[in-house]
Structures are given as structure tokens and as C-alpha cells.
């Protein structure tokens, strides 16, 4: 006695163009995309280390910071005293007669 055994039929799939095995890694796009995004960041990281300023350490920074801070005491006490000294140069100016362009005479 022989028993046939017929081959399985393909089950009936609504969708035409369904596919048959389902692949379960990661999108091309996605991987094209993330492998862009670090390449464009390495390229950045690049620029900024070869052709970019130089950074200053923590250090340095405080030390100009408090370098710009004299140098605008300064400036403002400097500010200060030409302002006196204009005011002195006003009143001495009205105190004496102002001369001609002549030089004044030599008293002997």
C-alpha cells in the first residue's frame, strides 16, 4: 500500500505583492543617513581643530577677564582725571588775559 502525499498548496494572500519572507534588519536609508550624520560630524570636529581659533584654557580666560576689568578701571580714572584737569585748564584760562598770536614780551 502506497501512500501519496501531495505537495502543500500556497496559502491564498490577499495582497499582490506581498513578500514572501520578511527581512528584519535595519532600513538602508536609516544606516545611509546615521553614517552621513557622523561623517559630517567628524568633518566638523576636523575644521574646527585644524583651521578653527585656538580655545583658551580656564585659566587663560580668567586671567584675560580680569585683565579687561583693570584695563577699564583704568580707563574710567584716566577718564576722570582729563576731565579734572580740562576744568582746571578752563578756570586757569579765565583767570589770564588770552594773548594775540604774538608771543608775550620778556620782562627783564
Excluded: C
Excluded at 502506497?2 to 532600513?27: C, D, E, L, N
Excluded at 570636529?45 to 585644524?50: A, I, P, V
Aim: net charge positive.
Amino acid at each position: 500500500m502506497v501512500i501519496r502525499v501531495q505537495p502543500q498548496r500556497p496559502s491564498f494572500k490577499p495582497i499582490p505583492y506581498q513578500r514572501t519572507s520578511h527581512r528584519r534588519g535595519i532600513p538602508s536609508w536609516l544606516v545611509i543617513f546615521t553614517i552621513g550624520i557622523v561623517i559630517g560630524a567628524l568633518g566638523v570636529l576636523f575644521l574646527q581643530s585644524s583651521y578653527g581659533p585656538k580655545r583658551l584654557s580656564a585659566t587663560e580666560a580668567q586671567k584675560l577677564t580680569d585683565e579687561l576689568s583693570s584695563s577699564n578701571i583704568d580707563r574710567q580714572r584716566l577718564r576722570t582725571e582729563l576731565e579734572e584737569l580740562k576744568a582746571t585748564l578752563d578756570a586757569v584760562r579765565l583767570n589770564t588775559p588770552v594773548s594775540s598770536g604774538s608771543p608775550a614780551p620778556v620782562s627783564k
